[in-house]
């Protein structure tokens, strides 16, 4: 099921590690840029080191869509290469449950005009099916690159295919449209 890990989140071991991390998620931005010596040594390495994952040379290296949820409320956990331009993602637990995660808000940068891809959330606490059926719609909106160019929140946009496997897991598949190159869902 798991393949090539391409994404994974920043897990604080020890209270300061989380509020140093809680507070680089919340910094307002600025034209400042974030203070290094104001990171955890653990935090600045999760920053600078990229995941050292063997992808097959079959593989398109600069297809690969990147994943980042290093931002507040962002809950992406992990991602795996599946194949091409298929990628199973696991959600981090939503905080005060049994191990439940019912939600999901991340980003995909390096997104292609007019591509496909499809993303397998493992780990969903419920069956959404019954929500999607009804009428609720994934949230999405696209930013350019540079930041140039964006679109507001809109529901039910730029999605293509939501399926869901024989075990209910959800399955979506994300079409963009052209000159955008990030996409966050939600």
């Known amino acids: ?15 300061k590690q989380t509020r140093n991390y809680i507070n680089f998620l919340t910094k307002p931005e600025t034209d400042v840029p974030f ?20 992808i097959p040379d079959f593989v398109d290296q600069k297809s690969v869509l990147q994943f980042d949820s ?7 956990d992990s991602v795996y290469l599946q194949g091409f331009q298929n990628y199973n993602l696991v959600l981090k ?11 999901f808000y991340f980003k995909v940068l390096n997104w292609k005009p007019d591509s496909t891809a499809t993303f397998n959330i ?3 606490g419920r069956d959404l099916s019954a929500f999607y059926s009804r009428g609720m719609q994934i949230l999405t909106r696209m930013e350019s690159s540079d930041g140039s160019n964006s679109t507001e929140w809109v529901a ?12 209910e897991l959800p399955r979506l598949a994300k079409s963009n449209a ?3 190159n990030t996409k966050y869902l939600n």
């Open 1 to 15: 099921m798991f393949k090539y890990k391409i994404y994974e989140s920043f897990k604080p071991k020890t209270l």
């Open 35 to 54: 203070d290094p010596d104001e990171l955890s040594p653990e935090l600045q390495n999760y920053l600078l080191n990229k995941i050292d994952t063997r």
């Open 70 to 76: 290093n931002f507040e409320s962002g809950n992406l």
């Open 93 to 103: 637990v939503d905080t005060n449950t049994r191990g439940n995660t019912y939600w």
């Open 122 to 124: 493992l780990n969903i």
């Open 156 to 167: 039910g946009q730029h999605t293509s295919v939501l399926s869901f496997s024989f075990s």
């Open 178 to 180: 052209k000159d955008e």
